[in-house]
């Protein structure tokens, strides 16, 4: 199984995510910092956590985001990052960007790789819809 199934459609048991809302410019002033996959360093200008009815909602349009290499492209300014945790313990996380539709997925020794999604897709737009109504980046000044 590859990891874009067993992290996507197959994907476990999960009873929570935590959603971070990135900014898409790092400052060591902000005290909120992402430290992410491939080297990759944001402000989380916000977060917050699902569970229950919320979280359901998520993981059914999670499941089913159309992924595949085709997808991805270069730019990667990811605006979310998610959390996906089963008992305390993460299962695992990514970045997602929807300006190119790339995401990042755990790759075992490697530590992670990123991924192509179909930013445009119906479930895409969902999904951020979700992420947008559950965890909104604070208006620009």
Do not use: N
Request: net charge negative; with cysteine.
């Amino acid at each position: 199984m590859v990891a874009a199934d067993e992290f996507g459609q197959h994907l476990g048991p999960v009873d929570e995510v935590e959603i971070l809302a990135l900014a898409q410019t790092t400052s060591d002033d902000l005290p909120d910092t992402y430290h992410g996959d491939l080297g990759f360093r944001a402000s989380a200008v916000a977060r917050r956590t699902v569970q229950d009815d919320e979280l359901d909602r998520l993981i059914d349009v999670w499941r089913f985001l159309p992924v595949g290499h085709q997808y991805r492209s270069l730019c990667f300014q990811p605006h979310y990052a998610l959390r996906f945790r089963h008992r305390g313990s993460i299962v695992f996380e990514t970045v997602l960007c929807w300006k190119c539709g790339t995401y990042t997925l755990p790759a075992g020794v490697f530590g992670a790789t990123e991924y192509g999604f179909d930013s445009s897709s119906k479930d895409a737009q969902e999904l951020l819809q979700l992420l947008t109504e559950f965890t909104p980046h604070p208006p620009k000044s």
